[in-house]
């Protein structure tokens, strides 16, 4: 059980970074609310979507490369060794992010254009540039501090950066009147500190040396996650763009608070995946690798679909908390959202079989059929139902990529997957919140208690159901215990 104790420790670990920025989006949420319209919003979230792209292209996979060859270089430094892979990697992404800076600061008028239908939101893609460029600098030394399970480290990170976009997104925003500007420059700001805080320790005495054969293997193994990534973002944020086109920049604006909250999901599944990524390798030459996987998944499934059904129970309570009345309609969309999110975890799993033997050709197939589904979902669903089509057309691709990925992967490593178990904890999921949305409790305290006694039922009928075993429930309760005995973060 030894596997599934670090998975549980490192994603709690992980998980304090996201936790921390997920209450620093809660705390902004009223202020943006507050000091941007929906319009304003949706503008941001537009120039969020783009640096969402673009950031794939700054990357270019070399951060599932660096994290996947760790393994073979980790046992040497210097020539031919981890020392050398990470100074070539840091070197190209120097050069490349370079050239990709300058070229947007040069086309930013024409981009804001396209983008928003502005050229005057040039200065928005501007400091884009900036952010973008350090964030790439900092991929190399984030990604070992990650496949090293440094992960109090990474915590410690994950704080400073919290703490750093709070402080200056309520400045820039609240007493400096910047709005949509001051909250990317904020996150230019943190990205500069954060490549700084990494990158210079990491490479400090390290010889830079750049070996082309280090980087072809580099670029050789990640490419092929390129378009992989980007049909990712087609299916999770091509929404926002031909809602904008469809129906109006000020429903981006509402569609995109209410996806805010669902976001919590992908918080939690990116805090699983980080201390996923490292297990999965280790464990895989183990006997009993393919009951370990899906007993994972398993677990994963019940604990996504408690904090979905909490969030989607809350949501409409805590949106009236949060926001002014031009954004609550933005609560009917946390369901789908979480869900989405939920299902993308559930594909990462899947994605196992792939990554262990390094065969992952059907995965590009899996991502482009599910990036077409949605794309066909949004031009259908959006013009008669805004963004209700375009959160529900996100929630069927993410159901086909799954599907598909599964699939994909079984030809190479077949792992037995619970897929009957899951459904049943995915239709007890849907009844739970489809139930709750009958209510529509006049006050936020009605709100909480009846979202209160639907979470408990569906927390009582996993066992009742046979998904979940009491068994299951004390070996969870009893990995929680032994991570508070080896003493929190840091601990290996």
């Known amino acids: 059980m030894r596997p599934l104790r670090e998975l549980v420790r490192h994603t709690l670990i992980y998980g304090l970074g996201s936790v921390g920025a997920s209450l620093v989006g809660f705390v902004l949420i009223p202020v943006y609310t507050r000091y941007l319209d929906p319009e304003e919003y949706g503008i941001l979230a537009l120039f969020l979507l783009l640096q969402a792209i673009l950031s794939r292209f700054y990357d270019l996979g070399l951060t599932n490369s660096i994290g996947r060859f760790f393994f073979d270089y980790q046992e040497g430094s210097g020539p031919g060794g981890l020392d050398e892979m990470v100074s070539t990697a840091a070197l190209f992404l120097l050069v490349h992010g370079l050239v ?46 990650r496949m090293e399970e440094r992960s109090g480290l990474w915590v410690l990170i994950s704080l400073l950066r919290v703490a750093g976009s709070l402080l200056l997104n309520l400045y820039l925003v609240v007493f400096a009147g910047m709005g949509v500007l001051g909250i990317l420059l904020s996150s230019a700001l943190v990205s500069v500190a954060v490549c700084l805080l990494t990158s210079i320790p990491r490479l400090w005495g390290t010889p830079l040396t750049f070996n082309p054969e280090v980087l072809r293997g580099l670029l050789a193994f990640g ?32 569609y995109s608070v209410g996806y805010k909250f669902g976001q919590v999901v992908m918080l939690a599944v990116s805090a699983f995946s980080m201390g996923w990524a490292p297990l999965r390798y280790r464990i895989f030459e183990r006997p009993d690798a393919p009951f370990l996987y899906r007993r994972i998944c398993t677990l994963f499934s019940v604990a996504a679909a408690l904090l979905l059904v909490a969030l989607s129970v809350f949501g409409q309570e805590v949106v009236w908390l949060a926001t002014t009345p031009e954004y609550y309609a933005g609560a009917r969309v946390i369901p789908f959202a979480g869900a989405s999110y939920v299902l993308y975890g559930l594909h990462l799993i899947a994605t196992t079989g792939m990554g262990v033997t390094k065969k992952t050709r059907g995965l590009p197939t899996a991502v482009i059929l599910a990036a077409g589904v949605n794309l066909a979902g949004n031009f259908l669903l959006i013009p008669p139902y805004g963004m209700m089509g375009a959160a529900l057309s996100t929630v069927v691709a993410y159901g086909v990529l799954l599907a598909a990925t599964d699939r994909f992967s079984r030809r190479v490593y077949p792992i037995p997957f619970e897929w009957g178990r899951i459904t049943l ?62 003493g929190g973060p840091g601990t290996t």
Request: aromatic fraction near 10%.
């Open 100 to 145: 990709l800076s300058l070229l947007l600061l040069l086309l930013s008028p024409w981009i804001a254009d396209l983008l928003v239908g502005d050229p005057g939101s040039a200065p928005l893609a501007r400091v884009l540039a900036f952010t973008l460029f350090f964030e790439a600098l900092a991929i190399p030394a984030l990604t070992l501090i």
């Open 425 to 486: 904890i995915g239709v007890a999921a849907a009844a739970t919140i489809a139930l709750d949305t009958l209510f529509q409790p006049t006050t936020s305290l009605m709100g909480f208690m009846v979202g209160s006694g639907f979470l408990l039922l569906f927390a009582a009928s996993l066992p009742a159901l046979g998904v979940v075993s009491l068994g299951d429930l004390r070996a969870l309760g009893g990995w929680v215990v032994q991570l508070r005995s080896k």
């Open 223 to 254: 490419l092929p996650f390129l378009p992989v990534l980007l049909g990712i973002l087609i299916i999770d944020l091509s929404d926002r763009y031909l809602l904008q086109w469809f129906r109006s920049t000020a429903e981006v604006g509402v």
